[in-house]
């Protein structure tokens, strides 16, 4: 199916022409049928002579009710423009033109209306005039009437031409569907509509909405139970979780979409003077002219006072539509046409989303809807520097959203990042689900050299730099990336990284040769704890020279040379077997201090063994041992 919304001044015949082409009543509201005045959004449908089935989204045309049409506008991929033969060219119809521009509605069909009861002629050849424009240049053109049926036929056949150009949507989309409508049903619970431009839905998917999440229970599209239904699509979904729904509000894919407050936008300024500038002004039959005059004098006063793109003096509070949702929001200029917005509650958005921004407070006699914003970041960054802000409207002119871009941004991101950014991971990670901007992981590698190098300097006792160390320094987020930084001759052993193999530091290779020197004679005699200090062995040295293999570490302030067990094993093999402490210290010519805790890393070690309260024995042969 497809969905096509209406668009037009009020009184035009926007849900005539609905009701003429579908049978049926799009103003489903009393109120709105005892005013001829649409007031909330209308829905409708019709078979195309194709085949095609085609759903309209009928909107409001009075000034008051601007919000709603952007609502019904929000989220379909084409529009139904009407302007009537008897009153031409008007406010509204120049309003709702800039506000389908500054959302990038390129398809539509223009449709001159009441042509039973004026030329429409004068009134095509204007509103194509200022169409063309706009990004609705081009489209076709014809003249009806949905009171006596003239040209209905045609109209319908034109709508089939349209709705074969319009571009097909990717069924595996993420899932955004703003509600228009939420109510309850009774013995079904909460149900909502909406435009599904893309993506699929079925029944028992999980969606979020801000309340938390919610499972789909049922479904109809347009008015038929469905299992599942692909964009474009007009849907009814009966919801079964948490919270109560409201327009405004979005269903989404969970964690497909990044929901946020805050966005930085380039502004696309929209109609600024084109509605005094549009060619043919005035020249609308009978009664339109003096209508198409006030409507020329309306756009002088806007181009007088408006928004100027180049100046890019919007006012600081503006209300911000997409989809439909309308959020209240503050403007910060950041240069040329850069701004960051602040929006009144966080929204779900992708990178290219277009936001409409309207200054709801305007005089109704200017055109209100000030600027398009296409979104190029959901996570900025602060700005917190003299001159940041200048910085970073300048590294956002030429910006292009893409995966490539949002890296050379953020440097680091997550795959899932990447998507709920609406930017598909490119190339392969480079650790885990994290990617990398490769000019930045380069830089890193070498910062981690220069790192590692500083840290072995500062303290030369260490065996290499904690990797939590190592992050932090960097200011990397996951410990992983620090480690798939490594490259040799660095490397990674116990949670520290070295820069390869390395001597002692001169100092402490000095006092571990002068400890040597003193066991030459005696090998076993381990010097006392003050003695080790004398000799520039205190206990950070003592740590550094026993991972080093300098010495061998026996017990608490108890140090021998390297392969002292190996020689006391050899020596105690000589003894009658088995052997006990005294002949033990005796054989080996030291302490009992030293051979008691010598005695118990040798039975650690698997050379000897305790047979009883006072005895041991060697277990290998000394020439093996």
Request: charged share 25%; proline share 8%.
């Amino acid at each position: 199916m497809h969905v096509v919304a209406t668009a037009g001044h009020v009184d035009h015949g926007k849900s005539t022409l609905v009701r003429a082409l579908t049978g049926m009543e799009p103003d489903r509201l009393a109120e709105e049928r005892r005013r001829g005045l649409t007031i909330e959004l209308g829905h409708a449908w019709t078979a195309l002579p194709s085949g095609e089935r085609l759903a309209f989204v009928d909107v409001p045309g009075h000034e008051r009710f601007l919000g709603t049409m952007l609502a019904g506008v929000g989220s379909v991929p084409a529009v139904m423009f009407v302007v009537a033969a008897d009153a031409g060219w008007m406010p509204q119809s120049e309003e709702h033109l800039v506000a389908l521009e500054a959302l990038g509605v390129r398809h539509g069909l223009l449709v001159v209306s009441r042509a039973d009861l004026a030329d429409p002629a004068p009134a095509i050849e204007r509103a194509r005039a200022r169409l063309a424009a706009s990004g609705l240049g081009g489209v076709e053109a014809l003249a009806v009437s949905g009171r006596t049926g003239q040209g209905l036929d045609a109209l319908r056949e034109a709508l089939d031409r349209l709705v074969a150009t319009l571009p097909v949507p990717d069924d595996r989309a993420p899932v955004r569907l703003w509600i228009d409508r939420a109510f309850s049903v009774r013995g079904s619970g909460i149900v909502v509509t909406g435009t599904l431009p893309a993506g699929t839905i079925a029944v028992g998917d999980e969606l979020e909405l801000p309340g938390g999440p919610v499972r789909i229970r049922g479904m109809e599209c347009l008015k038929e139970p469905r299992t599942s239904v692909t964009g474009v699509a007009r849907v009814a979904l009966n919801l079964r979780g948490q919270g109560v729904p409201e327009r405004g509000q979005a269903l989404v894919t969970p964690e497909r979409w990044t929901c946020t407050d805050l966005v930085d936008v380039r502004l696309c300024p929209v109609g600024t003077v084109r509605g005094s500038a549009a060619p043919g002004a005035g020249r609308a039959a009978g009664p339109s002219g003096a209508a198409a005059a006030a409507g020329d004098r309306r756009g002088a006063r806007k181009a007088a006072g408006g928004y100027v793109a180049d100046r890019g003096d919007l006012p600081r509070r503006l209300t911000a539509h997409i989809g439909s949702a309308a959020v209240t929001c503050e403007v910060r200029p950041l240069g040329g046409r850069i701004a960051r917005l602040r929006l009144a509650r966080p929204l779900p958005l992708h990178l290219g989303d277009v936001l409409l921004l309207r200054d709801p407070g305007r005089d109704r006699a200017e055109v209100r809807v000030l600027a398009g914003a296409s979104v190029l970041d959901v996570r900025p960054p602060a700005l917190r520097r003299r001159g940041a802000a200048r910085e970073r409207a300048s590294g956002l002119a030429a910006a292009l959203p893409d995966a490539s871009w949002l890296l050379r941004t953020h440097r680091l991101l997550r795959a899932g990042d990447l998507l709920a950014m609406g930017c598909a991971p490119e190339g392969g990670p480079v650790c885990g689900d994290w990617h990398a901007d490769p000019a930045y992981w380069a830089g890193l590698g070498e910062r981690l050299a220069r790192e590692v190098r500083r840290h072995a300097a500062e303290h030369p006792l260490e065996p290499g730099m904690p990797v939590e160390a190592a992050r932090h320094a960097l200011g990397l987020p996951d410990r992983r990336l620090v480690a798939a930084l490594v490259r040799p001759p660095l490397a990674v052993a116990d949670g520290r990284i070295t820069s390869g193999p390395a001597g002692l530091p001169a100092p402490l290779a000095r006092a571990v040769e002068r400890l040597g020197a003193e066991l030459s004679a005696q090998p076993f005699r381990a010097p006392e704890a003050g003695r080790l200090v004398e000799l520039g062995l205190g206990s950070r040295e003592l740590a550094a020279a026993v991972r080093a293999g300098a010495l061998l570490r026996v017990a608490a302030g108890v140090v021998l040379p390297p392969g002292a067990d190996v020689r006391a094993a050899e020596l105690l093999a000589r003894l009658p077997q088995p052997f006990t402490v005294s002949q033990a210290r005796q054989a080996l010519g030291t302490s009992r201090r030293v051979a008691v805790p010598l005695l118990e890393l040798l039975d650690r070690s698997g050379l000897t063994e305790r047979i009883d309260e006072t005895h041991r024995r060697c277990r290998t042969p000394p020439g093996e041992a």
